[in-house]
T-cell receptor, first 108, second 117 residues
């Protein structure tokens, strides 16, 4: 099956810093989503981005489908950005296959 | 985006009892819903695919007789953990896609944290 690898596994930032999270996947996909899991466990949809570039406020994402990777950019990080960021790609049943996540800690 | 709601958000039960978790699509119809499980500090793993009006399909290693799934309507799927044991303690999350929106984009419920004593 499709393998999804995220890096780095852990990231500690000072408030105000920028960061880039990476997601590599092993096969072509027709669906890729980025999520933020908050401390209560809820998954927040950040981007649906099987290809191209999107921006939403301080967050942006780029997927280069032909090279099988996606990047999530966080600019001017805030403490509320802390949590785990998951990349997930489309599976054969319409489900999502998740990477192991990047745990982000933003210090004040 | 589409809204998926789960209930209860947190449940504590004794070993040997059964627990039912509900997953509802609030503003759209979902012919298919997905149930995931997440152990502490781990990623989400697909347990089963819930299909409205038909039997669920389970991932390898997931016991269908232990995790009963019922998708009786286009807005409700239920997961029943039967004869729960401490090793079933986990975070259970459902998801669905709104076919009237961006096809393929999945939305997730708030999750249900099960603790079996």
């Amino acid at each position: 099956g499709i393998q999804v690898e995220q890096s780095p596994p852990d990231l500690i930032l000072q408030e105000g810093a920028n960061s880039t999270l990476r997601c590599n996947f092993s096969d072509s996909v027709n669906n890729l989503q980025w999520f933020h899991q908050n401390p209560w466990g809820q998954l927040i949809n950040l981007f649906y981005i099987p290809s191209g570039t999107k921006q939403n406020g301080r967050l942006s994402a780029t997927t280069v489908a032909t090279e099988r990777y996606s990047l999530l950019y966080i600019s001017s990080s805030q403490t509320t950005d802390s949590g785990v960021y998951f990349c997930a790609v489309g599976g054969s049943q319409g489900n999502l296959i998740f990477g192991k996540g990047t745990k982000l800690s933003v210090k004040p | 985006g589409a809204v998926v709601s789960q209930h209860p958000s947190r449940v504590i039960c004794k070993s040997g009892t059964s627990v039912k978790i509900e997953c509802r699509s609030l503003d759209f119809q979902a012919t298919t819903m997905f149930w995931y499980r997440q152990f502490p500090k781990q990623s989400l793993m697909l347990m089963a695919t819930s299909n409205e009006g038909s039997k669920a399909t389970y991932e390898q290693g997931v016991e269908k007789d232990k995790f009963l799934i019922n998708h009786a309507s286009l807005t409700l799927s239920t997961l029943t953990v039967t004869s729960a044991h401490p090793e079933d303690s986990s975070f259970y999350i459902c998801s669905a896609t709104d076919l009237s929106g961006v096809v393929g984009e999945l939305f997730f419920g708030e999750g249900s944290r099960l603790t079996v004593l």
